[in-house]
């Protein structure tokens, strides 16, 4: 009995000392910075942007931070730096609502203060009008505080331990680039006509139109809860929101779905109450014939090169694109002009299409 006793104490003092090691080395390599920026040596794959952004929020040395879905996945850092001559950290969430920005938004200004020069921030219409607690994916509530009480789920976690820390460690060919985090897969042969329309299905034709202010009620609730707060909290930051170029197809579906007077009536609401704050600065890219009409420029009917997102850098440097109160209304005009007299049957003529992307080349 006492030898089975000694046994048993020796075997868990060895699961107790294996859990320590365990959680000593998530604390030293720390794959989701929860406790401090990356070592400089360790080969961190990133990739898991729910579970990753808060530490990056908290710990990484920035000015600016890039938000917003994966309109945003395919935008350099090094380039609002090169540019802008702010170093900008990524925080993207790929199909983000509102209350997603909101989030990481509470996180970014409460580990930098008053020391955030600007926001770079993608508005996508169609998930602005979301619930204003509705979330992409559920958050994980102890990587989101200051708590470090609740990160026994962190610290004794298998995935973090083999996927994160064991399996960069053996096959470092998959770490990060830093200034290109969650970039999509897609590589440049991705990127054509023939591609896009293989994978592009139409959506339904509704049989009413929809009523023009449909879409307000639930977009005034979101500026007001999840993102004016933010802009009038932080006077001293600016903040540089945009429009991304779907492609014309995405303007089908909206036709289909006889959806264009809500969609427009939500821009305007949406750009002029934002325009109404000295920081805010507003571009609109989502008529641009160049890009939009040219689905070489895409990966499926929305996802654009990264050519385009150095194109959309560019501007927030030169103020091309940029919408004022003297111009957002013809801007949308324009726009609804485009939407409504494009011959979309004439798309399908062709299904490739010689010219070259816009911007190519430029991204790279």
């Known amino acids: 009995m006492k030898s089975c006793r000694k046994w048993l104490a020796g075997f868990l003092a060895l699961v107790l000392a294996g859990l320590v090691a365990a959680g000593a080395l998530v604390i030293w390599v720390d794959p989701f910075f929860q406790y401090h920026k990356p070592l400089s040596w360790f080969p961190y794959l990133v990739d898991n942007q729910v579970n990753q952004n808060p530490g990056l929020a908290k710990h990484m040395d920035y000015e600016g931070v890039l938000l917003g879905s994966s309109m945003t996945a395919s935008f350099n850092t090094d380039w609002f730096e090169e540019k802008l001559n702010i170093k900008t950290q990524k925080l993207s969430y790929?199909?983000?609502?509102?209350?997603?920005?909101?989030?990481?938004?509470?996180?970014?200004?409460?580990?930098?203060?008053?020391?955030?020069?600007?926001?770079?921030?993608?508005?996508?219409?169609?998930?602005?009008?979301?619930?204003?607690?509705?979330t992409k994916f559920p958050i994980t509530e102890y990587l989101y505080d200051d708590n470090p009480l609740n990160d026994v789920p962190y610290l004794f976690n298998k995935e973090v331990l083999l996927d994160y820390i064991l399996r960069p460690l053996a096959d470092p060919k998959d770490r990060s680039d830093w200034s290109k985090l969650y970039q999509p897969w897609w590589t440049d042969e991705y990127y054509n006509k023939t591609n896009v329309l293989m994978y592009y299905e139409p959506a339904p034709e509704a049989e009413n139109p929809m009523a023009a202010d449909y879409f307000?009620?639930?977009?005034?609730?979101?500026?007001?809860?999840?993102?004016?707060?933010?802009?009038?909290?932080?006077?001293?930051?600016?903040?540089?929101?945009?429009?991304?170029?779907?492609?014309?197809?995405?303007?089908?579906?909206?036709?289909?779905?006889?959806?264009?007077?809500?969609?427009?009536?939500?821009?305007?609401?949406?750009?002029?109450?934002?325009?109404?704050?000295?920081?805010?600065?507003?571009?609109?890219?989502?008529?641009?014939?160049?890009?939009?009409?040219?689905?070489?420029?895409?990966?499926?009917?929305?996802h654009y090169h990264e050519d385009i997102c150095r194109y959309i850098t560019d501007c927030f440097a030169s103020g091309e694109r940029e919408l004022t109160e003297e111009n957002f209304e013809a801007s949308f005009a324009a726009l609804r002009d485009l939407v409504s007299g494009y011959d979309y049957e004439a798309i399908w003529d062709d299904w490739q299409d010689p010219r070259p992307r816009f911007y190519q080349g430029q991204g790279g």
């Open 94 to 134: 790929n199909g983000s609502y509102p209350k997603d920005l909101a989030n990481i938004m509470d996180l970014v200004f409460s580990a930098k203060g008053n020391g955030v020069k600007a926001v770079f921030m993608a508005v996508d219409q169609g998930t602005l009008s979301g619930g204003v607690e509705e």
């Open 216 to 302: 307000l009620a639930a977009v005034e609730k979101n500026l007001e809860r999840n993102i004016c707060p933010y802009i009038e909290a932080h006077p001293e930051t600016e903040f540089y929101l945009f429009y991304p170029p779907y492609s014309i197809l995405y303007w089908n579906d909206v036709s289909r779905q006889k959806e264009l007077d809500a969609v427009i009536d939500e821009l305007l609401y949406t750009t002029g109450r934002l325009l109404a704050y000295d920081n805010v600065r507003i571009f609109n890219f989502l008529g641009e014939v160049e890009i939009v009409c040219n689905l070489n420029n895409y990966a499926d009917y929305i």
